[in-house]
């Protein structure tokens, strides 16, 4: 097999020699300071860096040319992003699961965690549960099943969410992370009115990929490799990729995800809307603490840097899997967007689950209610971000992209941000809360560079403060 960007084939966009070769060639120069001091110029471009490029950055031991590279990052994410981090929930729909995955309690041989399926009334009340919350963009997370969760279940799921309008609430944007499927469900998707349609690789190391997946149709290492390019090709041009650190080593995932990046660059013009970095955790029935490959804060940092700096344009995420420790860490270095209050339950949100009926995916580390996650934002200096304009003004795929490129964004996702964060302050925000937030919109007013834009901005928030008028976006 020969690596060919290009291909069809995962075994030629992902191509294990080209991904040995790489890593080799990263471990001859991981000391060479000339080479890292050009790779930093040239990424200080912000066009980016080839997976090779990146990954001698990644491998690098030098403490004076890491620091530069972490700075490099920060500066990067501040001219891409601003200080905008984008809020989000995650709803686990369903945890029935026909796949022996090894590291997902969701497992089919995993007879002791409760499996549950929200009604689309349970749905309902979920939604309105994360709508007082002050959400507006939701993740819907599955198992794979093809008697429980079918596709016309989960149309059903997107229209009831995007259905209910309870009191000021409203879910702007449904994205959805469930298994590798058809060219035409990734349209009936697309026709839905999904946002990102996100599927995680777990492992870019096919030996690995088939023993972690033993059963189930997650087994076709080529299926679920290809499932972005059949996405693309149904009309979805915004698709989150990732995989699971924890499962192989680091560097050989690091690679495989930046070349599947390049790959979706290379056949549809149009890269990853977002790339997630979640770590193995301890679930029911899983122990962490059996898998070899386990990373420490340390390399998740340089990891986070070395993505931001190697495909600048691409929102990057972190979940509540992390304290709130490591997220402040690397909100600096390149994350854009966080959930926050998250349950990885199926429901969960609108009551407790009882003690007995437990179907957390993962351990959530970070418990903070989404209020205090705003506050927290605010108290950095963050303008937390519960815009949805783009992708509901058609800003998706390489519309969206060629903003972000010519870092453009921040003449529109700046102003934009502004305005849901009022109305969360409005309705949702705790006294505390609100009281950091009135000074961050004060203040952030006057960074909108287009006085035009700054004008009708004040002119909005007027409205949403004196008329309870909602939804401005530009």
Same mark, same amino acid.
């Given at each position: ?137 939701? %993740?819907? #997370?599955? /198992?794979? *099943?093809? @008697? ?6 989960? +149309? =059903? ?73 059949? %996405?693309? #090709?149904? /009309?979805? *041009?915004? @698709? ?6 924890? +499962? =192989? ?226």
């Amino acid at each position: 097999m020969m690596y060919d960007v290009n291909s069809k084939n995962p075994e030629e966009f992902i191509n294990h020699e080209e991904i040995l070769d790489t890593l080799a060639y990263a471990d001859e120069n991981k000391n060479n300071t000339a080479l890292i001091e050009s790779l930093i110029e040239k990424a200080a471009l912000r066009k980016g860096l080839s997976h090779r490029e990146a990954s001698v950055l990644l491998a690098c031991e030098d403490d004076a040319m890491n620091q530069k590279i972490f700075r490099l990052a920060e500066q990067i994410k501040k001219d891409f992003y601003g200080n905008r981090i984008v809020l989000f929930a995650p709803l686990y729909l369903s945890n029935y699961c026909i796949n022996g995955c090894t590291y997902c309690p969701y497992h089919m041989k995993n007879k002791h965690i409760a499996r549950k399926k929200l009604t689309q009334e349970e749905i309902k009340r979920e939604v309105i549960a994360l709508q007082d919350m002050g959400h507006k963009r939701l %993740a819907l #997370e599955a /198992g794979e *099943d093809p @008697v429980h969760n079918t596709m016309d279940y989960y +149309l =059903d799921c997107i229209n009831t969410i995007y259905s209910i309008k309870h009191k000021n609430g409203a879910i702007r944007r449904v994205n959805i992370n469930i298994a590798a499927t058809t060219v035409d469900n990734y349209r009936l998707l697309k026709e839905a009115g999904i946002g990102t349609y996100i599927l995680f690789q777990e492992t870019y190391h096919k030996e690995s990929y088939l023993t972690l997946h033993p059963t189930g149709p997650k087994h076709d290492y080529d299926y679920h490799t290809t499932a972005m390019d059949r %996405a693309m #090709e149904g /009309g979805i *041009d915004d @698709v989150g990729v990732g995989v699971l650190f924890g +499962l =192989d080593k680091y560097r050989y995932e690091f690679a495989g995800l930046l070349m599947h990046a390049e790959h979706l660059e290379a056949a549809f013009g149009v890269g990853p809307h977002t790339i997630s970095v979640p770590r193995l955790r301890n679930a029911d029935d899983i122990d962490a603490s059996s898998f070899s490959n386990g990373i420490d804060d340390d390399t998740f940092a340089k990891i986070v840097a070395c993505i931001r700096i190697a495909v600048p344009y691409t929102g990057m995420i972190i979940s509540t899997r992390e304290s709130q420790k490591t997220r402040e860490r690397v909100l600096h270095l390149g994350i854009s967007q966080i959930s926050g209050g998250s349950k990885t339950s199926v429901g969960g949100y609108c009551e407790p689950e009882p003690e007995d009926e437990k179907s957390e995916q993962f351990d959530v580390i970070d418990n903070r209610t989404l209020d205090e996650v705003v506050r927290w934002l605010m108290e950095m200096d963050y303008l937390p971000s519960f815009c949805t304009a783009c992708y509901r003004e058609g800003r998706t795929g390489d519309r969206f992209m060629s903003l972000c490129k010519s870092e453009q964004i921040q003449n529109g996702s700046h102003p934009n941000a502004l305005l849901p964060v009022e109305e969360f302050l409005m309705v949702y925000a705790s006294p505390a809360t609100k009281a950091i937030g009135d000074k961050l919109i004060d203040r952030e007013v006057l960074n909108v560079p287009n006085e035009k834009a700054r004008a009708v901005v004040l002119e909005n928030l007027k409205l949403i403060r004196e008329n309870n008028r909602r939804d401005f976006r530009f």
